[in-house]
Nanobody, 120 residues
Framework: QVQLVESGGGLVQAGGSLRLSCAASGRTFSSFAMGWFRQAPGKEREFVAAITWSRRTYYADSAKGRITISRDNAKSTVYLQMNSLKPEDTAVYYC??????????????WGQGTQVTVSS
């Protein structure tokens, strides 16, 4: 069993930045593909970004140019650096793990989520 614990959420003004972290338990982190999703009130959960075991990255169109996903296998942690934040980025952000290593979108493990609120 893998546990994912997110941190780094909070309240930020529009145009500001946040870096989310997701720490994973277990020894197999380096073989996983990792991703971030978000869910705004009244909306479905949506994909934000993912990074494979080989560090290939994928981004939602809404994230390109503003958001960067990265990983530190030594720390079993994946990061989401978010810049130029907008009020529409307000959501609960969830960390996700795909045991397959190459991102398929089939999530095997979820974190509990961290709230990001962007004020205008």
């Amino acid at each position: 069993q893998v546990q994912l614990v997110e941190s780094g959420g909070g309240l930020v003004q529009a145009g500001g930045s946040l870096r989310l972290s997701c720490a994973a338990s277990g020894r197999t982190f380096s073989s996983f593909a990792m991703g971030w999703f978000r869910q705004a009130p009244g909306k479905e959960r949506e994909f934000v970004a993912a990074i494979t075991w080989s560090r290939r990255t994928y981004y939602a169109d809404s994230a390109k140019g503003r958001i960067t996903i990265s990983r530190d296998n030594a720390k079993s942690t994946v990061y989401l650096q978010m810049n130029s934040l907008k009020p529409e980025d307000t959501a609960v952000y969830y960390c996700a793990a795909d045991r397959g290593g190459s991102w398929s979108g089939d999530v095997d493990y979820w974190g509990q989520g961290t709230q990001v609120t962007v004020s205008s």
